[in-house]
């Protein structure tokens, strides 16, 4: 199987991580049906797993927190966040360069460190009201996790809870766009039906808090990895001197419903 990960920005919008597919689809057999009770006591195990995971992360709007992003060992994004007070820092490196994003209040500043049309390599402010649905930069509950642990959580296929380690497996080809971990199959390919039921793990601390979410290697995916820490540390944030406004060139190039 090949694959190649990517910063979707590079080729097809800003800031979200993909790694894209090329394998074709796997013709595998399809399992047997479960028993009904067997079926649904696996469905309570799972339920009771991802309300854990769920309440792990409820930090989010709660207290300040660093999330660390890995795909690969390629693409990493790196960021501070305080929900509370309204403040992020973040930066996005990859093969291509490294991209930086402040936040604060209602503010959101980017610096883009890799060729792209129309676009300079200074420090912009950015409009809110014509950033694209898809590219999200916010302090609304909901679309607060530059980690995006709630689109992780919402592909879970199976989960089993031992303590602080939850496993199971996660459907890859559901996990939505947005910052953090995506994937999608590169053009012309389509995923293997494996991604369906792609392994994962994920561990709580002695808080019940959500520290990590890995996906190993398989199913022609790359490994890749969530973490959060430093819980309640004090994110200052700067503005940056000298930045202007951004240019009608950047916006269509946002998201991954942008211009290639």
């Excluded at 689809?25 to 339920?47: I, L, Y």
């Excluded at 927190?65 to 007070?85: C, E, K, P």
């Excluded at 540390?233 to 940056?240: C, N």
Aim: with cysteine; glycine share 12%.
């Amino acid at each position: 199987m090949t694959r190649r990960a990517t910063l979707a920005g590079i080729s097809a919008g800003l800031l979200l991580l993909g790694c894209s597919v090329g394998a074709p689809t796997e013709n595998e057999p399809q399992p047997e049906s479960a028993p009904v009770s067997a079926a649904s006591a696996d469905a309570t195990t799972t339920a009771e797993a991802i309300g854990l995971l769920r309440g792990g992360t409820a930090f989010v709007n709660q207290t300040s927190y660093r999330s660390d992003v890995d795909i690969a060992s390629q693409i990493t994004t790196l960021s501070h966040t305080d929900n509370v007070h309204k403040r992020l820092t973040a930066k996005v490196s990859a093969p291509g360069g490294v991209i930086e994003v402040r936040m604060i209040d209602d503010e959101v500043y980017m610096k883009i460190g890799l060729p792209m049309r129309g676009v300079g390599d200074g420090w912009m402010v950015l409009d809110p009201a014509r950033v694209p649905s898809d590219f999200a930069l916010s302090f609304a509950p909901g679309r607060n996790d530059f980690g995006g642990s709630g689109r992780l959580i919402d592909a879970i296929v199976t989960a089993r809870a031992n303590g602080s380690q939850i496993t199971g497996t996660i459907d890859a080809t559901r996990i939505g766009a947005g910052n953090g971990i995506s994937f999608r199959p590169a053009p012309g390919a389509v995923f293997p039906d494996s991604a369906r039921r792609h392994a994962f793990r994920a561990s709580l601390d002695t808080e019940g808090r959500l520290v990590s979410f890995l996906m190993p290697e398989a199913s022609g995916l790359p490994n890749a990895s969530l973490r959060y820490s430093d819980f309640g540390a004090t994110v200052t944030v700067a503005r940056p001197p000298g930045a202007v406004a951004a240019p009608d060139a950047l916006y269509p190039q946002l998201g991954l419903g942008g211009g290639g």
